[in-house]
């Protein structure tokens, strides 16, 4: 088998996206779909005493609220900061 480092490979999506004909997974909408936004402390290395979320949790469309205090019980692990 020939290796393909260095080797010059036929991508076939690429014209569809340099002409705008491309789909990205944004593009995508299905039926009932929900959003999920992350909003992170603007203060660094802030503590947080208490997060009041009964004004958003009664916003028009928002479904629900997860704080790090969930995250914490799931025993789910730190949310990696890098990503945002």
């Given at each position: 088998m020939a290796s393909l480092v260095g080797s010059r490979v036929e991508r076939k999506e690429d014209k569809r996206f340099l002409t705008g004909k491309g789909r990205y997974t944004a593009d995508i909408n299905l039926?009932?779909?929900?959003?999920a936004i992350f909003v992170r402390s603007?203060?660094?290395r802030a503590k947080i005493?208490?997060?009041?979320t009964s004004k958003a949790l009664k916003s028009s469309g928002v479904?629900?609220?997860l704080t790090g205090a969930h995250i914490a019980k799931d025993k789910i692990?730190?949310?990696i900061a890098g990503w945002a």
């Amino acid at each position: 088998m020939a290796s393909l480092v260095g080797s010059r490979v036929e991508r076939k999506e690429d014209k569809r996206f340099l002409t705008g004909k491309g789909r990205y997974t944004a593009d995508i909408n299905l039926a009932n779909q929900t959003y999920a936004i992350f909003v992170r402390s603007p203060h660094a290395r802030a503590k947080i005493k208490k997060i009041d979320t009964s004004k958003a949790l009664k916003s028009s469309g928002v479904v629900d609220i997860l704080t790090g205090a969930h995250i914490a019980k799931d025993k789910i692990g730190g949310l990696i900061a890098g990503w945002a």
